[in-house]
């Protein structure tokens, strides 16, 4: 493993979604480094080392002397990293010793992942562990396989999301979930909009669906299933659920190669969107469609996630 770091005056670039956010009364708007990992054949499923070192060891000590030579400038970094299990990236706590998810969401909080106390209590009532498949550590900060060429994403991913498309997640609010998954944002979303608000979760793999509402029924968001203000649907994401749109809140789970049009007809005016873009170098998008309908879109971080694709496509593995 091969980790460059420029200069803090120069620009630097980006590959793998690994990235420090700058202190907002730094000159510097972005400090990125580089992490080329050596793949050994997929079934030794694990990285080379590094001389002596482990991987996840020898980027642990690059990132503390990073965080110690930069500060004040980056006085709290973010180690965002991306949602996918084949191109494996390392966070800013393991969460090999986490065996409890309110451990798990008090280490988001300590890394500055989770900044709001909503977002904290709701994944605090929503147990990972009930959305992960077996087998699985359920608090690790990573994207696990959930089956069918998908994942589901790093506890850092789903808590970024949460937070920033929280002022759009209030009581009595539509949010639409695509990708869906093994069910888990869906379920945040739920109890984050209540009973008066509408949740919906596309995702196009049939088994994913029945199971991600097994999950649910397991979940504090049971009662909202139940009664109807959450629901789960087989379909193509890409093309959204123009049934209860428009939506004040889209989170898209996979990286698509644009922003679907059908999606932004979708959001609400006032709305947000958060969108994973691109294919090889990927950033995470966010979308706000204005009162008038006009829309902007800036980039919040650089990701790793699975392809946005067709559900034929994705069970190739393309």
Known sequence: MNVFVQSPKAKASLAYGCRYRAHPSSPLKRLT???????????????????????????????????????????????????????????????????????????????????????????????????????????????????????????????????????NLQPGMHALDVGSGTGYLTACFALMVGPQGCVVGVEHIPELVSSSIQNIQKSAAAPLLKEGSLAVHVGDGRQGWPEHAPYDAIHVGAAAPEIPQALIDQLKPGGRMVIPVGSIFQDLKVVEKSLDGSVSVRTETSVRYVPLTSRDAQLRNA
């Open 33 to 167: 480094f580089t992490t080329l990992l050596l793949l050994l054949p997929q079934s030794q499923n694990r990285c080379y080392s590094y001389r002596s070192l482990s991987p996840s060891l020898f980027l642990s000590r690059a990132t503390i002397t990073l965080h110690r030579s930069l500060s004040p400038h980056f006085p709290n970094p973010n180690f965002l990293t991306g949602n996918s299990c084949f191109f494996p990236m390392e966070q800013f706590w393991s969460g090999r010793g986490i065996n409890k998810n309110k451990a798990m969401v008090e280490n988001l909080q300590t890394y500055g992942v989770v900044r709001s106390k909503k977002v904290a209590e709701v994944m605090e009532k929503v147990d990972r562990a009930l959305f992960v498949p077996d087998g699985n550590a359920p608090y690790y900060d990573s994207p696990m396989p959930i089956g069918y060429n998908a994942t589901i994403s790093a506890p850092h991913m789903h808590a970024t999301c949460l937070q920033l498309l929280e002022e």
